[in-house]
Every structure is written in structure tokens, then in C-alpha cells.
């Protein structure tokens, strides 16, 4: 069936009725780099007064959940709490506690990524390397750097996006990834992100560099169509059911597949992101379609109070 346009009242009223949760997306849906989307706000108090659950699920590593509720606020979108977000460094997190043999004890990690893989890693235990550390914004010096040789106490590395990518970090990393031994972990997949009125390389780019230059299998992803944090989101809210949930993203092979794969009982598309109108009639993408579409979320709260 043909995704449905919310571009009437009807519709809009109807599609707000299908569903008492929405899992958003955050990148390309709420905002689009430093730039807050039209009647986002409006649409989420919008939401509020209905009294519809409202949750939020990033591909983002840069920021912990922490660190992403003073974004929400920053932006004028108050009373996120840490545990109504969902960040693909948590799910990171969550992976090498749950599904590695990695010992928080005695393994470190080597971070190639911003403080949020950072900050999720150590509140599960474990010890990192690498990241934010402002060393590595020194030109890279073979002779010099601190970094090399690799440190023996390292075991796997974790991969999310680094919008300070320069060829220190990539250099110490690849030598991380050069070990066969040393498991090799995305946060997501993403290959670009908006960052409006620009697009921008993403962390799926970031990482086929590094997965090509090692000659390593394409890590694990845990960030979204990966189920882990969806798990995580029925874990955390076991009362949810899934099929009045609405997953609402700007990619389809991340945010409208995880929607989908997880048997969410629909999925909004907006066209402020990554996607155009395109994407719905030249279907050579091969994936599934969203059950809805919008040119912006905003358009909710637009048509409903018309
Ligand atoms: O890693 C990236 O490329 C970006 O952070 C990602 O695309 C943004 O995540 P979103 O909030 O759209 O899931
Ligand atoms: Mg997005």
C-alpha cells in the first residue's frame, strides 16, 4: 500500500489516534544540525496534551542520553529525561555488556567517536582509550604520538560518528583494527546526516575507511535497524505495545527498517532529513516503505490545529 501523506486534518487526526507512543528519531526530524525544525516543539507539547508517550531513539553516538536531555533543553524542548532517550552509544553499551565476552575489569576500549561512546562505556564499567582525548588533535607524528604502540590491555574497538576525524585518530585506530583479536564494533551505520542547510558524511562513511584500510568484516551495528535498542525500549517500558507504537525517522534503512523489523504498528517518514519525495516512487532503493509520510513533522501540529 502507498505510504499516506499527512497533509489534511483528517489524516493527520487519524493517524494521531492509530498510536499512544512515537519513538522519534532525532537527526534530520527534530532538528537538523544547530537548527531546530519548524513546530517541533509545538507538535511534541502537541503530543503531550494528548496524552501520547513520546520517546526518542538516535543513531547519534556523540552524545550520551545525559548529554542529550541539556540538547532537547537547549532547543526549547524541556522535561526530556535521560530515560525517555535512547542513543545508539547506550546501545553500544548495552552490546558489550550483554553480547560480548569483553571483561569491564580488564578490557579497555579504544574509542574512535566523541565523549557520548565515552561516557556510555564507563557507566557500564568498562575503561576507555582514544575518543575525546585532546591529544589526538595533534597532527599525526609516527615518532611522537602517544597512542603507539598499541596498548596490549585494549580489546576491542568501538567506531561511532567523529566530527573530529583527522588522520591521528584514523592511524591509531587502524593499528587497533590491524589485530584480529581486537573486537571491531559500529555504534550505527548512517552515511551521511543533515546538518542543514548542508548534508554531511555520517558515521557509516567514518567507518567503511577504517573497515576497508584494516581489511576487517563489517563490524556489528548496534545502532538502529539493529533491534537492540527497540529491546531496549520494551525492556525499559514493558507496558508498550508494539503495535500502537509509531516510528518516526528520516532514513529508511535505519529509522523506517527498525520501525518495521520490530513490528511497530506504523511509521512516519518525514522529508526534513536525508529522504526525498523520490524515495516513495523510485522504489531501486529496494526497502519497505513507511506506512505515513510528511514533509516535516512539523506538518502534525499545523494540519490538527487548522
Ligand atoms: O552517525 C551519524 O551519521 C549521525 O549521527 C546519524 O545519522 C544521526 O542519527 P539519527 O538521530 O538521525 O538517528
Ligand atoms: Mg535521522
Redesign the pocket.
Given at each position: 500500500m502507498s505510504p499516506i501523506k499527512l497533509d489534511d486534518k483528517q489524516t493527520v487526526v487519524e493517524f494521531l489516534n492509530s498510536f499512544d507512543t512515537f519513538l522519534f528519531?532525532?537527526?534530520?526530524?527534530?532538528w537538523s544540525g544547530t537548527h531546530l525544525l519548524p513546530n517541533v516543539i509545538e507538535t511534541l507539547a502537541l503530543l503531550k496534551k494528548l496524552n501520547k508517550k513520546v520517546l526518542f531513539?538516535?543513531?547519534?553516538?556523540?552524545k550520551s542520553r545525559q548529554d542529550y536531555t541539556k540538547k532537547f533543553s537547549n532547543f526549547g524542548i524541556d522535561n526530556v529525561t535521560k530515560e525517555q532517550i535512547f542513543s545508539?552509544s547506550f546501545a553500544t553499551a548495552i552490546y558489550l555488556k550483554n553480547f560480548t565476552n569483553l571483561d569491564p575489569s580488564k578490557d579497555k576500549i579504544w574509542v574512535f567517536g566523541e565523549s557520548g561512546i565515552e561516557k556510555e562505556l564507563q557507566e557500564v564499567g568498562f575503561s576507555t582509550i582514544g575518543g575525546s582525548d585532546a591529544r589526538l588533535d595533534e597532527p599525526w607524528d609516527q615518532q611522537k604520538t602517544p597512542f603507539l604502540p598499541v596498548d596490549p590491555e585494549v580489546k576491542c574497538v568501538v567506531a561511532?560518528?567523529d566530527t573530529k576525524i583527522n588522520f591521528h585518530r584514523l592511524c591509531v585506530t587502524y593499528n587497533y583494527l590491524r589485530d584480529k583479536d581486537v573486537q571491531y564494533v559500529a555504534?550505527?551505520?548512517?552515511?551521511?546526516?543533515?546538518g542543514k542547510p548542508y548534508m554531511?558524511?555520517?558515521?557509516?562513511?567514518?567507518i567503511n575507511l577504517l573497515t576497508t584500510s584494516s581489511g576487517r568484516e563489517e563490524p556489528p551495528n548496534c545502532?538502529?535497524p539493529s533491534q537492540l535498542m527497540l529491546d531496549a525500549v520494551f525492556k525499559a517500558y514493558p507496558e508498550l505495545k508494539r503495535e500502537k507504537c509509531c516510528m518516526v525517522?528520516?532514513?529508511l534503512n535505519?529509522?523506517i527498517k527498525f520501525g518495521i523489523d520490530g513490528k511497530l504498528g506504523g511509521q512516519l517518514l518525514v522529508l526534513s532529513?536525508?529522504e526525498n519525495e523520490s524515495c516513495l516512487t523510485d522504489l531501486s532503493h529496494g526497502f519497505i516503505l513507511p506506512t505515513f509520510y510528511a514533509d516535516k513533522l512539523g506538518d502534525v501540529y499545523e494540519h490538527y490545529t487548522k
Open positions: 528519531d532525532c537527526d534530520g526530524v527534530l531513539v538516535t543513531n547519534n553516538s556523540t545508539s561511532g560518528l555504534t550505527n551505520i548512517d552515511t551521511t546526516f543533515p554531511q558524511p555520517g558515521c557509516g562513511s567514518m545502532g538502529k525517522g528520516d532514513r535505519t529509522d532529513g536525508v
